[in-house]
């Protein structure tokens, strides 16, 4: 079989040749720490694991690089609300999302680089691509030249003639031209962008951008742009010219064009071989449906989902359209989800418990069992071959689960087929797709201690409601002392166990 993937700079379903035969070198834009994640960033997180996994399978070595995104308007806008500067505000994120990644199951990444560490790598691009006629600087901030940059466009389709500006407008009278974009920002923060971002209890603007980050660099003090941050991490931690680059759909324009330009200009070298976007999770509302963004405040945490319906649902849902084909979040397809889960989990719980009985015979021989192993192998490998087609490969993975749950209605069992049938869910459901078969995935201990906790939780909230302050206090100073860290939220308070 070869592996099929499709390539948005050239719109076609390509032949995945790596640059290594043995190599693939992943990249994967993530995400500005800033928010929690939400069950959008973590369906990006899980095709993308599954795209690891896969790669894994076919016997590639695969290095897989995610950055934070831990310098940004965004975060500084959180300060006094979430930590007393920049730094802290990010710090506090990026704890939450490792944790989250870890509750889905996530293959880890062999590095998470973050900007604020690579603030010499950033200043080194741009200066690379003042140096070749690429950029410019103007008042202490340096931009790029679109003009200069021969194909700027091809990866979103556009002509310069069609670009936008790009930028605060502030900014549009230092530029040449208007769709020019930011690699390094003179100065700090202004407080005008982070007042849109600001949450009722984050410090006034003025003073949350008094605590916002800034470094020395050859054009005097400021921040670098948002686009030449993953230029410099990628190429930092995997090499100038990678295999895949991955982000949601929404960052075609203007970021990962903006990556190609400028990581080309400073290299002369392709960045990325083939490009691959996630769709959108589209969430249902009383009248219609709309995206789902932190922004918008629409969305369901990670922490939130997997502690009310558990990782192996989360992923079932993700998994369940492939990844560059909108999703629908909804009760509806949660409960669908969770019911696709519940017959992979029952029928390979089937299998085992069968194939352990003494009812498992050497000499029995279930033709139709067998084979719909080897149809499910086969069926499966040329979905995840064909652009890695989640959706199709959970089919493959549910029609084996039927034939065993048609086997396993009547003694005798044939032990050779059932074993076969459970290495093979092992092997692609497990090992593959990544869900948590058997006593791994039943998550029995995290949901006990998350449902004392809410008990716990939901005293305090009596005893507050009481005006008994002093025992709310005690409360949550005795789930501190279990390791149990508590955020009181306009929603609510949320935890998070150690």
């Known amino acids: 079989m070869?592996?099929?993937?499709?390539?948005?700079?050239?719109?076609e379903k390509e032949v995945f040749e790596p640059r290594d035969e043995d190599e693939v070198l992943l990249y994967y834009c993530g995400l500005t720490t800033s928010d929690p994640a939400h069950m959008g960033h973590a369906r990006s997180w899980l095709h993308v694991d599954a795209m690891h996994r896969w790669l894994e399978h076919r016997g590639y070595d695969v290095r897989h690089v995610e950055n934070f995104t831990d310098v940004n308007e965004k975060i500084v806008a959180r300060v006094g609300e979430a930590g007393a500067d920049e730094a802290a505000v990010a710090e506090r994120y990026i704890a939450a999302l490792i944790e989250d990644m870890r509750s889905l199951n996530l293959k880890r990444a062999a590095v998470y680089p973050r900007v604020s560490e690579h603030?010499?790598?950033?200043?080194?691009m741009v200066e690379r691509l003042v140096e070749a006629g690429y950029a410019y600087e103007a008042d202490g901030s340096v931009y790029f030249d679109v003009t200069q940059f021969e194909d700027y466009g091809a990866l979103s389709n556009q002509t310069l003639d069609e670009l936008e500006a790009?930028?605060?407008p502030a900014e549009r009278s230092e530029k040449r031209n208007p769709a020019d974009f930011a690699l390094w920002k003179a100065g700090g923060v202004a407080p005008d962008a982070i007042a849109e971002h600001r949450h009722g209890e984050a410090a006034p603007p003025e003073a949350a951008a008094d605590r916002a980050l800034t470094w020395d660099s050859p054009w005097g003090e400021g921040r670098p742009g948002w686009h030449i941050e993953c230029s410099a991490m990628s190429?930092?931690?995997?090499?100038?010219?990678?295999?895949?680059?991955?982000?949601?759909?929404d960052l075609v324009f203007p970021h990962h064009e903006n990556e190609i330009a400028q990581s080309e200009a400073a290299t002369g070298r392709t960045f990325a071989r083939y490009w691959l976007h996630t769709a959108l999770v589209e969430v249902e509302t009383d009248e219609e449906t709309e995206k789902m963004s932190s922004s918008l405040g629409n969305f369901e945490t990670v922490s939130g989902l997997v502690r009310e319906r558990g990782p192996n649902v989360a992923r079932m849902w993700a998994l369940s359209a492939a990844y560059n084909t909108e999703a629908v979040f909804s009760t509806a397809a949660l409960d669908e989800a969770e019911e696709r889960w519940e017959r992979l989990e029952r029928g390979y719980e089937a299998a085992v418990d069968a194939c352990d009985s003494p009812a498992a015979g050497a000499t029995v021989?279930?033709?139709?069992?067998?084979?719909a192993v080897a149809d499910a192998r086969a069926d499966f490998g040329a979905?995840?071959?064909?652009?890695?087609?989640?959706?199709?490969?959970l089919t493959a993975l549910l029609d084996l689960v039927g034939a065993v749950n048609r086997?396993?209605?009547e003694e005798p069992y044939d032990y050779r087929g059932l074993r076969r049938a459970i290495e093979a869910l092992e092997t692609l459901a497990g090992e593959a797709l990544g869900f948590e078969l058997g006593d791994a995935g039943g998550g029995g201990d995290v949901r006990l201690a998350e449902d004392l906790v809410d008990v716990v939780l939901a005293a305090r909230e009596d005893a507050r409601d009481r005006g008994d302050y002093e025992r709310a206090d005690r409360l949550r100073d005795d789930l501190a002392a279990l390791g149990v860290e508590v955020q009181d939220t306009d929603e609510g308070p949320e935890f998070r166990l150690p």
Do not use: C, K, S, Y
Not at 365 to 371: G, I, Q, S, T
């Open 166 to 168: 790009q930028g605060d």
């Open 2 to 11: 070869t592996l099929r993937v499709t390539n948005t700079l050239t719109g």
């Open 235 to 249: 190429t930092t931690h995997l090499d100038d010219t990678i295999d895949i680059h991955v982000g949601g759909r």
């Open 407 to 409: 086997h396993v209605a």
């Open 119 to 124: 603030i010499e790598e950033i200043i080194a």
């Open 365 to 371: 021989a279930d033709e139709p069992l067998r084979e």
């Open 383 to 393: 979905a995840m071959d064909d652009d890695f087609n989640t959706r199709e490969a």
